[in-house]
């Protein structure tokens, strides 16, 4: 008997801290978002969650933050999901405990991490302990990078720090009706500068994407959701398994003709059927960064495509970082004609985002293919096709491979036998030039004879060539030199 009343004393409690109000539960509903709880269901295997430190509470009131484990297509992953109907999911100490003890378990055990964010801020009532809660946070996430992966979901509000988590998550997702990621909230921003403050404007997903902030957007909280999933299956539990592979499209199909300026054309022709997710898409345009598989294997896929600038040479550098943590093959396809000075003043910033694209690579130690479809001109050659970097370098016949675009080289160059040239217009003779530089300095032949890439091959067979160099360098084993870490340029 007396076991019997401390088990409904414990249900009580228990009832009376994971029980929202109904006032609030239909604040949520209305603003056009699914509860926590909702969410969790929606996300994992049906039956599948436990919760764990469910009781862990203020003065009974819950910790605004629901932690636990559950299987996503079978797979073990630990979820924390910030509950809007208890103040706000204001961050505080509670909150801090239940997630931070969540983080290590999944450190522990080698699992993904998902993050469902929907906070209006930090328990300001709890002063400076509020603040020292989210760096306990930001500590454990910090060593959890490159160990296990990390999704987070912007499902609601994430301001101030919070925002700071979905930075330090592997990949982020902003739902477009309802997320919102800012520095500052409404009431702040319009405090400071005296204005009425659009949240979407200021902090929507579309600006997030705009801006590099997140790598992915979904119009509601499901396709988020469903996205989550997607990206989960693409990646390992840990960095010390792979990736499953997963035989969904033939091996051997070869590739139809395709422009190489049509990157979206060749990565949709190159990888298994409908494994392919662009992060990223809307930041850094001239580069794209594709999480997909190829022989049922994931790879991670980058195309720089046109002219970079500082934010695609960022953009590509990160997702080499990501892809070398999680054991990921790299795929580069050049058709770049170099970089992009956009001002004087941005040269700085231009010459940081290079070096951190060479580092990126140099460092990574996953098998490195590239493919120059096109052109490969200047540094984005040394960094991702370089023989002292990647692993195999295809070209196709039309590549050019060269420090300078033929048309700059003629001008350097060739000059003096244009201006001779009479017999041309002046257009008609740097052609012809333009074509004797690409013969004998900057064309694919030029580039395999001097052992700058390993074949010249058949485009349609782009395809086969890089699954057989996946397969023959899965067995890679490469490290770097022993040290504590480098000093990645920043």
């Known amino acids: 008997m007396h076991n019997s009343q401390d ?36 996300l994992v295997d049906a039956g599948s969650f ?15 933050v629901i932690t636990g484990y559950a299987t996503i297509d079978q797979r073990p992953v630990y979820i924390f999901a910030q509950d809007f109907t208890v103040r ?28 469902m964010m929907d906070s209006a801020g930090v328990r300001i009532d709890e002063g400076a302990a509020a603040m020292s809660a989210y760096s306990e946070i930001y500590n454990k996430l910090s060593r959890m990078s490159g160990v296990c992966p990390i999704i987070s979901l912007v499902l609601g509000p994430c301001i101030g720090g919070a925002a700071l988590i979905t930075q330090l998550a592997d990949v982020s997702i902003v739902a477009e009706k309802t997320g919102e990621v800012m520095v500052f909230g409404p009431q702040v921003m319009a405090a400071m500068n005296g204005l009425a ?41 840990s960095n010390l398994e792979d990736s499953e592979i997963v ?31 662009e992060l990223y898409a809307e930041y850094g345009k001239n580069v794209k960064t594709v999480l997909a598989r190829m022989g049922g294997r994931s790879v991670a896929i980058i195309a720089a495509n046109g002219k970079l600038c500082a934010a695609c040479l960022q953009k590509a550098a990160r997702f080499v970082r990501m892809a070398d943590c999680f054991n990921i093959p ?24 290079q070096a951190q694209l060479l580092y990126a690579y140099a460092e990574a130690t996953v098998p490195k293919l590239a493919v120059v479809t096109g052109d490969a001109i200047g540094q984005a050659y040394v960094a991702m096709g370089g023989k002292g970097n990647a692993d195999v370098t295809y070209a196709w016949p039309g590549a050019v491979i060269s420090a300078l675009t033929p048309e700059a080289a003629v001008a350097v160059l060739y000059s003096k036998e244009v201006k001779a040239d009479t017999a041309l217009t002046v257009e008609a003779a740097r052609a012809k030039y333009a074509d004797k530089y690409i013969e004998e300095v900057a064309g694919a032949v030029v580039a395999a004879k001097a052992g700058m890439v390993d074949d010249i091959i058949d485009p349609a067979t782009t395809r086969q060539m890089l699954i057989s160099a996946m397969e023959m360098l899965a067995s890679k084993r490469d490290s770097n030199p022993p040290k504590k870490h480098g000093n990645l340029p920043m």
């Open 7 to 42: 088990l409904q004393k414990v249900l009580d409690l228990r009832n009376a801290i994971l029980s929202g109000s109904e006032e609030r539960l239909k604040q949520q509903r209305d603003a056009g978002k699914l509860t926590a709880r909702e969410r969790v269901e929606k």
């Open 50 to 64: 436990v919760e764990l430190f469910a009781l862990v509470s203020n003065n009974e009131e819950g910790a605004g």
């Open 88 to 115: 706000g999911g204001a961050m505080g100490k509670a909150q801090a405990a239940k997630i931070v003890k969540l983080l290590d378990m999944a450190l522990k055990t080698g699992a993904p991490v998902v993050a």
């Open 197 to 237: 403050v659009d949240v979407q404007k200021t902090g929507g997903a579309k600006l997030a994407a705009e801006m590099g902030a997140c790598a992915l957007t979904a119009e509601t909280e499901e396709e988020a959701l469903a996205k989550a999933k997607q990206i989960l299956d693409l990646l390992p539990s």
């Open 247 to 277: 035989d969904t499209d033939d091996m051997n199909r070869v590739l139809p003709a395709i422009d190489p300026a049509d990157a979206d054309a060749l990565v949709a022709a190159l990888v298994d059927n409908g494994s392919a997710v």
């Open 330 to 353: 790299v795929v580069s396809l050049l058709n770049t004609c170099g970089v992009y000075v956009e001002s004087i003043q941005a040269q700085g910033w231009l010459f940081k985002a």
